[in-house]
């Protein structure tokens, strides 16, 4: 079974800019966890999707959002980009979500640099 | 608010030798327990977890341990190897409809010397 990709693997955009990132999961599994990783902060959790619809959600501004479609493919969109958004941008995926137990897997991640 | 807290941040051991990393946690309503293992430039991978109801858990030359009541977990790496050098990672899953949301601790370098 293929894993989890994400594309681009690496982005430089500029302040003001928006991007748009997208991750397709393991095959069969339906939910996608997204996730920001900086040397400062380490891995933070932006939001969860599962079956088109957000179920959960972390501690990061509106400029941050994401979308699910029907095939489970998401994608995360961040408008106004600010230096401080430069990351690591790590999706997971799991059958369900950990409320029935399963292991989230993680793709390569995107690596935005805003200049 | 939501912790999840990680200790040592870094970490030497000659190969051979074991290792622990320990975390504490804060919410109670956390039942699921991951630990993930980060090499230079790739992805987290998930090594080992542990569920809210088993108190151990044993895959080779890796073992977690998790005590509920004083709400904190350890991994454990017997018989280190240069490989095992990375990142370590401890999570917990926040809330009682936690639905993919990871809390993770600060990571652990992990050095193991030949």
């Known amino acids: 079974k293929a894993g989890v990709t994400q594309t681009p693997r690496y982005l430089i955009k500029t302040r003001g800019q928006q991007v748009t990132l997208s991750c397709s999961p393991i095959s069969g599994h339906r939910s996608v966890s997204w996730y920001q990783q900086t040397p400062g902060q380490g891995l933070q959790f932006l939001f969860e999707?599962?079956?088109?619809?957000?179920?959960n959600k972390g501690n990061f501004p509106g400029r941050f959002s994401g979308r699910q479609f029907s095939n489970s493919r998401s994608e995360m969109n961040v408008s106004t980009l600010e230096l401080g958004d430069s990351a690591l941008y790590l999706c997971?995926?799991?059958?369900?979500?950990?409320?029935?137990?399963?292991?989230?897997?993680f793709g390569p991640g995107t690596r935005l640099t805003v200049l | 608010g939501e912790n999840v807290e990680q200790h040592p941040s870094t970490l030497s051991v000659q190969e051979g030798d074991s290792a622990v990393i320990k975390c504490t946690y804060s919410?109670?309503?956390?039942?699921?327990f991951p630990w993930y293992k980060q090499e230079l430039g790739k992805r987290p991978q998930l090594i080992i977890d542990?569920?809210?109801?088993?108190g151990e858990k044993k895959d080779q030359r890796i073992a977690v341990t998790l005590n509920k009541t004083a709400k904190h977990f350890s991994l454990h790496i017997t018989e280190t190897q240069p490989e095992d050098s990375a990142v370590y990672f401890c999570?917990?899953?926040?809330?009682?409809?936690?639905?993919?949301?990871?809390?993770f601790g600060a990571g652990t370098q992990v050095v193991v010397t030949p």
């Open positions: 997971a995926s799991s059958l369900v979500g950990l409320s029935s137990y399963n292991e989230q897997f």
């Open positions: 542990i569920r809210s109801n088993v």
């Open positions: 999570a917990a899953s926040i809330g009682t409809d936690s639905w993919g949301k990871l809390q």
């Open positions: 919410d109670s309503a956390s039942n699921y």
């Open positions: 999707y599962f079956s088109e619809t957000q179920r």
